[in-house]
Structure formats: structure tokens, C-alpha cells
Antibody
Framework: QVQLQESGPGLVKPSETLSLTCSVS????????WNWIRQAPGKGLEWIGC???????NYIPSLKNRLTISVDTSKNQISLKLKSVTAADTAVYYC?????????WGQGIPVTVSS | DIQMTQSPSFVSASVGDRVTIACRAS??????LAWYQQKPGKAPRLLIY???NLQSGVPSRFSGSGSGTDFTLTISSLQPDDFATYFC?????????FGPGTKVDIK
């Protein structure tokens, strides 16, 4: 069974960089797209970007200048880096596997942006 | 970007009720639509993909229909485990977008 597990700091200061990792087990990482989706408190779901195992990426335009998603096939990990964060980036961040539809999800990691 | 809307935003229903949730896309997306169920504090769960295909392990009381811009999720007989929030998602083009959600609550 494919399992995804997000990890990283739960608290980030404004203007700093948020770095998260998604560790994949139970299945190959060198296939499918790997996505990051976030959910602000009490809000809906927002797809923010994805990476293919080859390294090609797609990002939501509103974050394109601040966001980097990458894959490390040797470690079976996907990473997210979001620069210059503000309070608006406070959310639960999920990684999810899927080329079009998200079949496997991590449990999510809550991230708060605050000084 | 393709905008997704859902109606209603809130449904109050009883066990055994038939529940229908609508999802509309701002432009045609063929059948590139999925439905997810989310319970508080949990990750979403894929229920339906490609508008009407039931994801493995999902009970048959869930069904989806529609194409183009208008889609529907139906729960034929609501069960206690179904009280949750439901989201639609378009997969026609990047950036993928979700509807705002429909909360199904106990009457």
C-alpha cells in the first residue's frame, strides 16, 4: 500500500522560506505526478503544484515566483520550498499522488506563519 | 483558471436520505472531474474520478454523473459514515482547481 508522510517545521516566520518533505513508501516514486495541495484554516482545498519523476513541474500561477517543487528518486522524497511566506500561507499542506486525480494522500502537516 | 462552484454549500439530511450535490465548471471540462470526501482533521479521500467512475473500495451508494460544465454527486442512501464535506475537482487543465465544498450534516 502506498503511503505518503509529510514532514517539516510547523512554525515559520514571515519572510522566511517554508521547506517541507514528503516521504513515499510502498510504491515507486519514478512514475506518476506528485502534488502539493494546501488547505487554509476553515477553507477549501488549493492545488499549488506538482512534479513528475523526471523533474518537470507545474505550479499555480499565483505562487509561481515563490514556489519550488522537486523530486529525489534516490530518497523516495518530494520536497516543497515556498519563499517569502506571509500569514496567507498558513495552512495544512498535503502531498498527494496522482496524474489527474489524487488517489493517495499524506496525513497533512499544519504550518503556521507567525513571528 | 477554471473556476469550480458547488451547490448547496450546506446540506442537512437524515440517515437513509438521498443526497445530491451539484458542481459547475466555468468552462467545459469534458468528464475530467473528481469528487472527494473529507472528514475533520483528515486528508480528503477520492470517491469518484472521470465524472462517474467509482474509486476502488468506495461504497456503491456513491455515484457521479455529468459532462461539460455540470456534474452531480449522489449518495443514494445516506449512512452515518457519510457525514462529511465533499469537494469536486477539475482535472481538465492546469492549475487543477477545487470547488468550495459542500458540508453534509445530520438533521
Amino acid at each position: 500500500q502506498v503511503q505518503l508522510q509529510e514532514s517539516g517545521p510547523g512554525l515559520v516566520k514571515p519572510s522566511e522560506t517554508l521547506s517541507l518533505t514528503c516521504s513515499v513508501s510502498g510504491g515507486p516514486i519514478n512514475s506518476h505526478y506528485w502534488n502539493w495541495i494546501r488547505q487554509a484554516p476553515g477553507k477549501g482545498l488549493e492545488w499549488i503544484g506538482c512534479v513528475y519523476f523526471s523533474g518537470s513541474t507545474n505550479y499555480i500561477p499565483s505562487l509561481k515566483n515563490r514556489l519550488t517543487i522537486s523530486v529525489d528518486t534516490s530518497k523516495n522524497q518530494i520536497s516543497l520550498k515556498l519563499k517569502s511566506v506571509t500569514a496567507a500561507d498558513t495552512a495544512v499542506y498535503y502531498c498527494a499522488r496522482g496524474d489527474y486525480y489524487f488517489t493517495y494522500w499524506g496525513q497533512g502537516i499544519p504550518v503556521t506563519v507567525s513571528s | 483558471d477554471i473556476q469550480m462552484t458547488q451547490s448547496p454549500s450546506f446540506v442537512s439530511a437524515s440517515v437513509g436520505d438521498r443526497v445530491t450535490i451539484a458542481c459547475r465548471a466555468s468552462q467545459g471540462i469534458s468528464r475530467w472531474l473528481a469528487w472527494y470526501q473529507q472528514k475533520p482533521g483528515k486528508a480528503p479521500r477520492l470517491l469518484i474520478y472521470a465524472a462517474s467512475n467509482l474509486q476502488s473500495g468506495v461504497p456503491s451508494r456513491f455515484s457521479g454523473s455529468g459532462s461539460g460544465t455540470d456534474f452531480t454527486l449522489t449518495i443514494s442512501s445516506l449512512q452515518p459514515d457519510d457525514f462529511a464535506t465533499y469537494f469536486c475537482q477539475q482535472a481538465n487543465s492546469f492549475p487543477f482547481t477545487f470547488g468550495p465544498g459542500t458540508k453534509v450534516d445530520i438533521k
